[in-house]
């Protein structure tokens, strides 16, 4: 099984890359955004569990978050393998998440790290935010805060899978399909290995 992690701040080009990925490589896409509304929309335990926390305005707890991605795990247990999106934010998650493989006789192969400079960065999501009706990318100050957030709350999740030899930093700039060739190479050099 190839486990990826898909990385980089707001705006790096992850939602794009992914598709293009999950297409090319046959992975099963898991984004803990669509868990968490697929859970609440099936009302399951773990869904009706995370929407009291979300209704209360309080973050999901982890292990509410790693029953999920356990649940999507087992929901496709044929897979040729999962890319992680918007997950692990926290060595914490990354931890519990490698634990939770691990047990699966499985673990993350690759972490592609996107990189992109902060003043390309605010650029690109106030310009998703004329088209993507998502207020948190239209005002520059919310925007430079959640990047401050991403610095110090899950940049050091690059230093973990880094201590393990599976970080590759990708250059996230340039043409899509440029970066995607990129993406590419890096996989294949790992699934050959």
Do not use: C, W
């Not at 690759?110 to 004329?130: P, T």
């Amino acid at each position: 099984m190839f486990n990826l992690i898909l990385f980089g701040p707001p705006g790096s080009g992850k939602g794009t890359q992914s598709e293009k990925l999950i297409e090319k490589y046959g992975l099963i896409h898991l984004s803990t955004g669509n868990l968490l509304r697929e859970e609440i929309a099936n009302q399951t335990k773990l869904g009706l569990e995370a929407k009291s926390f979300m209704d209360k305005g309080q973050l999901v707890p982890d292990a509410v978050v790693i029953g999920m991605i356990n649940s999507a795990l087992e929901a496709n247990s044929q897979a040729k393998g999962f890319l992680f999106d918007g997950f692990p934010r926290t060595v914490a998650q990354a931890e519990a998440l490698d634990t939770l493989l691990s047990g699966k006789g499985a673990g993350i192969s690759i972490v592609l790290a996107l990189e992109v400079d902060q003043e390309e960065l605010v650029k690109r999501l106030l310009n998703r935010g004329k088209s993507s009706g998502r207020s948190d990318d239209t005002d520059e100050s919310v925007i430079r805060a959640r990047l401050v957030e991403y610095e110090n709350k899950t940049a050091p999740v690059a230093s973990y899978y880094a201590g393990f030899g599976k970080v590759v930093y990708v250059k996230g700039v340039g043409g899509i399909d440029d970066i995607f060739q990129s993406l590419s190479r890096q996989i294949e050099a790992r699934q050959l290995a």
